[in-house]
C-alpha cells in the first residue's frame, strides 16, 4: 500500500535529519535568539533578495496565517480571500478567534483576480453607510492555491496594484511555495513574490521540513513587536533551532528548490500517464496535485494498493481523485501506478 | 563556555533523535491520527492510570495553556493564578488574548494554597454584586512551580478539594513535570497528579524531547470539540508523528523519569557544592533550578566560564543566581563548576 | 421635507415618554433590579405564552445579537445566516469580534429555508475532515427580514424543525417584529415565535420605544450567568428603569401592537398608491418597507419634499426606492405623498 | 425610605426630560449625524477648551472604557490600573473580553501614583525578557476614584507627564466628573484634564443625565475610524439624538457644573454632620460618596429610614458605611439624616 493522499506522510528530507542529529548537543541560544536561525533567515533574506525582510518561523500554517493577519490587522478590519481560501474553510475559524471577519470571494480557478478586488473594494468604498462594514484591510492568496493552480507574474503583479491603490496588504500563504517555485507552470519567482507582497510565508511541512514555515514580513509596520505578537499567539518556540537547523538546510545548496523539483517531476509522470490513458482532469495542474476522473471500477482496482483522495463524485460512473507528489514520492511507486493505470 | 541557563540549551534525548531517524520514511496518517501518537497516548494512559484520559499533543507550554484554559472557559470566566504564575507574566497576554482574565494572587514559595483560594473564592461568592465580576472557574499552578518548588501531596489534595467544594477546575501546568517527579523532594506520583486534577501537561520541551508536550484531559466536558479548539488555536500539526514519535520513546522503558532523574541528580550535586561553600540560597529547592546567592566577585570569576541566570542583585554585594541542569548536563562540567567555586 | 429614510426618524411614543416623565423622581433599584423591568418581563412573558422566559432589556439591537451569539456559541462554533443577514453585513464585524463566524448562505427572498440549512449542514456533518471546519451551532433569521419579507408560520416551524433534528439553535432577531405581527402578510404570532425559536428580540427602537429590545431567552442552557454576559459586553444598564418603563408601557393596553399597526397602515397605503400609479416593485412586501420602482425624473421630482432610500439605480433610467413608515408616520404626509406621485 | 444608596436611582434633571419631550417628534438624522449631537459635542469642545478634540457619546461607562481601551491598544498591549479601578473589578471582565491585561497596581487612596508608574514601567523596559510580556501602553484612572478621592492638578501632571515620558496613553474615568469638578477638594478644571489626558469621558448618568457619557478623543491615533470601533462594540445608537440632547442641556447654561455642585453640596452637609457627632471616616472625601464609620447599632437603627452601602464591617462594633449624594438627593432627607444622627 503506498499513498499519494498528502505531502507531509513522511518525516523530514534525511539532509535535515542529519542536521539535528549533528548539533544536537550543541547548547545555543532560545526562542529564536539562536544562531541557526539568524543564518537561517540571512539565507532567506538573500534569497528573497529583500534585506530588509523580516523572517520569523512558525510551527505551522494556520498558526502563520492567524498571527500574521492577527498582526496586520486592527480589530474591526477583515480580510479579503476566496471562497476556497484555507483560511475561510480549514482553520476552524482561528482568523475568527482572533476577531477577524474573512471576506469570502467566489474563486476562478481557485484564484482572486485584481479586478474582483477593485470591484469588491469600490462596493466598500462607495456605500454611504460603510463606517457600519467592517474595514477591508487585507488580501490573502494561496500559491498553489486550494486546487493546485498558480498565479502568473502578471496576475499577482495586479492584484499587488490594486492592494497598493487601496492601501490594503497582499499577504500570500505559501504552504507548498516550493511546489509553486519549482513548477513548469509558474513564471513567478521567490524575489518576484518578495517585491509584490507585504508578507509572505514560505512553507517547510509540505516542503521538506519536518516541522516549520518561515515567514517573510516587508512592509514596516507589520513588523512592530512581532516576536511578541507571536509569543501571545502560541508561536514562539523554546528551541527554535529545530525551525532555525531546518530552514538554513533547506536555504543551503539550493535543496528547498532541488527536493520540491523531484515532487514536480513526479507529479508531470503522472500527468503524463493520465494523458496518456486519456483521462480527463478536473483542472489542469503543473503542480504537484494532480485530479484525474477516473472511472469507478478503475478507482476501485487501485484503491488495495494506493491511497489517493478522493474529490468528488459524479453521477456519470466517474470520480475526481487527488494524487499528491512530494519531496518524498518514490519514483517506483510513481511508475508501478502508471502502468497499473496503463493496463487496466 | 558552558551554559546552565537553561533546560533547553540543546536538542533531544538521542533515542528520541534515532526513533525520528529510523522511522523518517514511513507513511502515516497526519493530524493526530497516526500510529505513533495513538501507542504514545497509550502509554501515558497507562503510567496516569487513567483509561479515560484524553491524550493531546502539544507544540509548546504557551500553546497548551491558553487552549485547555479557552476550552474549558466561557466567555466571562476567569482562572486564579499566583501571580509569579507563567499565564501571569511571561506568555505575553496569551490567556488575555482568549478573552479571560487571569485573577492574580500573592504566591506562598511560589505556590498558591487551598485556603487563599477558599477565602478568595468566598470573597466573590458573599459579593451581592458578583455579577459584575469576572466569575472565576479554574485554578491554574504550576508543578514544580516557577521557583523551582514542589507541592506536596497533601497540599494538591487539599487544592483538589476546595475545586470540587466549589465547582473550580484544576489544572496542572508541569512544563517541568519530569523533574518533580524524580526529585527527592516530592511525594507527589503522575498517578496522583492524574486522580486530583481535571487536566494537566507533562512537559516534553524541557524534559528531553525535541519539542512537545501532551495534555492530558480527564474530566469529560474539557474533552468535548477538543480536536477543532486545537486547530482554531493552530496546535494540531500535520506531521503529528513527530510528537507521538517522541512521547512514545519518553514513555517506553522508562526513559522520561530516567533521563529526568539525571537533571535532578546533577542539580543535587549543585546543591550540595554551593552548601559546602557555606552559600546561602534563595530557597531550598529540589527540583533542577537552583538559586544560590554569590559574592558579586564570584559570580564575575564564573561570567567567563559558565552561562547562568542573573536573578536579583542585592545591595551587600551579593547576587542571586540560577543555575539549571537538565536531562542533558554534562556531569564533568558539574564537577568543574563546583571544584571552580570551592576553589574561589 | 419629511422623511420616509426609516422607523427611527423621531423621538417616543408619546405615552411612553409620559411614563418616564411620571415616574422620573422615583427612587429604583439599579442594573436590571427595579420594579418596572420585572412587570416589564412579566408582561412580556405573558404575551409569549411563556412562563419559563427569561427577559432581558438591551441598548441596541447590534448589542443584543453579538452578546445573545456570544453567550450560546463555544469558541469554535459559527452562526448561520443569510448573506443579507444584518449580523453579516451592518454590524461592522461585531459577530467576529467575538470571535465566531458568521456562516453566509444565499438569501432567497431575504430568507433561509429550511432544506438549505439541511443541505449545508449534512455537507459539514459528511465531511471527513470536518474537525477542521468551524462548528455550525446557530441559524440567525431576522423577521421581518432585512428586504422587508417574512417568514410564514410553516416556514419557521421547518426551520425550528431542522435545528431541533441537528441540535441548532434557533435565533431571531426581531429589530422590526412589532410591524411583522402587524402585517396582513404574516400567520406567524408572537406565541408561535417564543414556542419555535431558543431566542428572540423584541425590537423596541424602531417601534415606538425612545431606545431598547427585549431579548426573550427560552432554552435554559442560554440562560447560564446572563447577567454576567451582559455586563461584559456592556449591555447592562444602571439606570435600567429607563428600559423597565419603556417596555412596561409598549406592553399594557396592546400599545405595541396599535402602533405597529399604525404603521403597518400607513405602507399599505402607500402600497396601493404605488400600484394605482402602475410601478413595478422590488419585491411585494406587506411590512414597513416598501420598494417602488420609480422613473428617475419622478424620483427627482419627490427629492426636495421627502428623503427616502435610494437602493438600487438601473440602466433603464429607473431607480428603486425605500419607503419606510413607523408607528410615527404622519397620516398627511402619506397622502400628500400618494398625490404627488399620482398627479406626477 | 429614603435612599442614599448610589447617584442613579432617579431619572433625568427635568430639563433634559423636557428638553426629550419638546423635540419629540422632530424627524432627525440618526447614528450620530443628528444635529443635537453635531451641537453637544460643539458645547463639550468649548468646555474643554480644545477644539481638536473628537467627542462621542456612549450609553454606558463600562461601553466608553471597553471600546476605547479596544481602540487604543494593539492585541498584545495592557492598560495599568489600580486594583481597586472599576476596569480591574466590576465590569466582569470586559477588557480581557476585548483581549487585553489588565496591568494591576495596588492604590495608595484609591489612586495611582506617577512614581509608581515609572517604576513599573521600568521593570517591564529592563527586563530582558519583555518581550515575552505583555507590553503597557495605557494609564487607566478614575477621577474621582472608585473610594472618592480626586486626583491633585500636581498629580494628573506628573502622571501625563510619565506617560508622555514613555509612550503611554493616558485615559481618565470620569463616570462621576460632574462631582469632581464641583467638589472644594478639587482644583483640577475639564480644560486641565483636556490638556493632560489622551482620552477621558464625561460622565452622564451619575451626573443627571437619563443615559449616556460623552467620550472626549484628543490624541489623533486615537481618533481612526472610531466611529466603526464603536459600532463594532454595539455603541452606536440609532437615535443617537436622545445622547445628543441629554448633554447639549448639561452643557447649557452649566447644567452639568450647577446639578452636580448640588449633589457637593449634600455631601458636605452629610461631611459636617458626621464630624458633628465625632464619627470617624474611613478617608476623608470631597465628592459626593461620604464614607463614615457608625458604630453598629446606630447602623441598625437608620436601616429602617435610609438605603445606605454597607463598606465593611469591623471587629470593634462599628461598620463603615457608603452615603452617596448626587444632583437629585433631597434636601430635606438630608435634614432628616443629619438630625436622625445627631439626636442617636
Chains 1, 2, 3, 4 share one sequence.
Not at 73 to 101: M, P
Not at 203 to 217: D, P, Q, R, S
Not at 309 to 315: D, F
Request: hydrophobic share 40%; charged share 20%; aromatic share 10%.
Amino acid at each position: 500500500m503506498y499513498s499519494f493522499s498528502n505531502d507531509y506522510s513522511e518525516g523530514a528530507h534525511p539532509i535535515i535529519l542529519e542536521r539535528l542529529s549533528s548539533t544536537n548537543m550543541d547548547q545555543t541560544d532560545v526562542y529564536g535568539d539562536d544562531s541557526y536561525s539568524a543564518h537561517a533567515a540571512e539565507l532567506i533574506r538573500a534569497a528573497c533578495g529583500r534585506e530588509d525582510a523580516e523572517v520569523h518561523f512558525f510551527l505551522g500554517g494556520t498558526q502563520a496565517n492567524f498571527t500574521i493577519i492577527c498582526a496586520a490587522l486592527r480589530s474591526y478590519q477583515g480580510v479579503y480571500s476566496s471562497s476556497l481560501g484555507h483560511i475561510n474553510t480549514h482553520e476552524a475559524g482561528a482568523i475568527e478567534h482572533t476577531g477577524h471577519k474573512v471576506l469570502a470571494l467566489p474563486a476562478t480557478a481557485g484564484k482572486l483576480t485584481a479586478a474582483q478586488i477593485e470591484e469588491s473594494h469600490l462596493l466598500y468604498l462607495n456605500d454611504p453607510k460603510r463606517e457600519h462594514w467592517v474595514q477591508p484591510k487585507m488580501v490573502y492568496v494561496s500559491h498553489p492555491t486550494e486546487v493546485g493552480t498558480l498565479y502568473s507574474r502578471r496576475e499577482l503583479t495586479e492584484l499587488a496594484d490594486v492592494c497598493r491603490k487601496y492601501g490594503l496588504y497582499l499577504y500570500l500563504d505559501g504552504a507548498r511555495l516550493g511546489y509553486a517555485l519549482a513548477s513548469p507552470g509558474s513564471d513567478l519567482t521567490l524575489k518576484d513574490i518578495a517585491q509584490l507582497c507585504d508578507a509572505f510565508y514560505i512553507g517547510g511541512t509540505k516542503c521538506g521540513a519536518l516541522i516549520g514555515e518561515a515567514a517573510v514580513l516587508l512592509t514596516p509596520e507589520l513588523k512592530t513587536d512581532f516576536h511578541t505578537i507571536m509569543k501571545q499567539n502560541g508561536a514562539v518556540l523554546a528551541k527554535s533551532r529545530l525551525l532555525g537547523l531546518q530552514f538554513e538546510a533547506l536555504f543551503t545548496d539550493n535543496l528547498y528548490e532541488k527536493i520540491c523539483r523531484h515532487g514536480i517531476d513526479m507529479a508531470m509522470c503522472l500527468k503524463e500517464g493520465f494523458a496518456a490513458k486519456g483521462l480527463a482532469v478536473v483542472a489542469e495542474s503543473f503542480t504537484n496535485q494532480q485530479f484525474p476522473i477516473l472511472p469507478e471500477n478503475m478507482y476501485r482496482s487501485l484503491l488495495p494498493m494506493y491511497a489517493m483522495g478522493s474529490w468528488e463524485v459524479y453521477s456519470n460512473g466517474t470520480r475526481a481523485v487527488r494524487f499528491c507528489t512530494s519531496w518524498a514520492t518514490s519514483e517506483e511507486q510513481v511508475g508501478k501506478l502508471i502502468r497499473d493505470i496503463k493496463s487496466f
